[in-house]
């Protein structure tokens, strides 16, 4: 049973497999292949999508918090698995449990780990975050060498990746501060090794990065957005171009359907939704669809967005409510109970993409994809 009628998001098996060998390539065989499923991969299912990426040949998975991580685990995906989001102390047991690598830049959390190490005789891998300039997560560099070496005084833990992250690679064509960014990681993991600190896996690569700077001495890339066959903006599309980089070809995985709960006509000058906020102005065709923002169907898709019936555009009517919306099928004929809907994805010659949702709804297309209720069923076709 899904969530009433909420329909069901379909994972086009074909498209993500395509996009993985699309990073694969750019990638290449030498570095790891890091696929994030944080946020249900995207929407996407992290289950439904961990297991073909590591079938797929994608090396590691990143995930944001330890329950996503033992979600993994619990499906029998058994690839390394790195936690990039806050393990609070309480958790940290579970992810040692469950082989989890952590992303760490609190004292309070390596002491914690330290401890478990002891007690329970295992390995706990360690990425140390560095603050380069994002001021998320992260170690100051000045306080770098001290962290690390004090985890690596404690046995049982291992510091086995220092990781970083751009704050301003995807929102612009000019690059110079990922460049200085690049450059603060750079001299931080200069200033290690110089101090008998090495640290073996180097990452700071997104998608968008990945595809810009394809650089060397980078040892893993952790690609999100683009697995899922989105580009991060289009200014990261205008710099690929802009820089003759042969650009990814990549295709949408995700499509989103339901099915019609209700034709009905309306007279001329009737009133659709809440609000009162569109008038027909002649007798429309309403079809009722049991989608709303409940589902993930944003609210500032009131009045703007289309979905897709029989193939055509029917726009939606009325303010988007917390689990419906109206859509005008009255050029679209012969329109009937349980019809299909595509609210999100292609119905045949016709696409409504996740960029085209996030565009009029004042945000991006991560932001449309991650907040599709995880409980809608996935299913892989
Ligand atoms: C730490 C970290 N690494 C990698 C990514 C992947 O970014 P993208 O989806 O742009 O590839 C994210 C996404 O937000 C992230 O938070």
Sequence with gaps: MGRGGAGRVEIDRAALVHNIREFR???GRKRLFLGVVKANAYGHGLVETGRIAAAEGVDWLGVNSAAEGAALREAGVGVPVLVLGYVPLADLEEAVERDL????YNRETVKALASLARRTRRTVRLHVKVETGTWRQGIVPRDLAAFVREARKSPGLVVEGLSSHFANIEDTTRHDYPRLQLDCYRTACRDLEAGGLSVPIKHMS???STILFPE????????GIGLYGLWPSKETYLSASLE????????PVLAWRARVAQVKKAPAGAFVGYGCTYRTTRPTTLAVVPVGYSDGYDRRLSNAAHVLIKGRRAP?????AMDFVMADVTDIPGVRLEDEVTLLGADGRERIAAEDLAALAGTI????LARINPLIPRVVV
């Excluded at 690598?101 to 760490?104: F, I, Q, S």
């Design 25 to 27: 390539r750019l990638i």
């Design 101 to 104: 690598r952590l992303t760490v």
């Design 206 to 208: 997104c998608t968008a």
């Design 216 to 223: 060397p001495d980078f040892n893993l890339a952790r690609v």
């Design 244 to 251: 003759k980089r042969e650009p990814p070809s990549l295709r």
């Design 316 to 320: 939606v009517r009325g303010r988007v």
């Design 365 to 368: 297309g991560y932001e449309v």
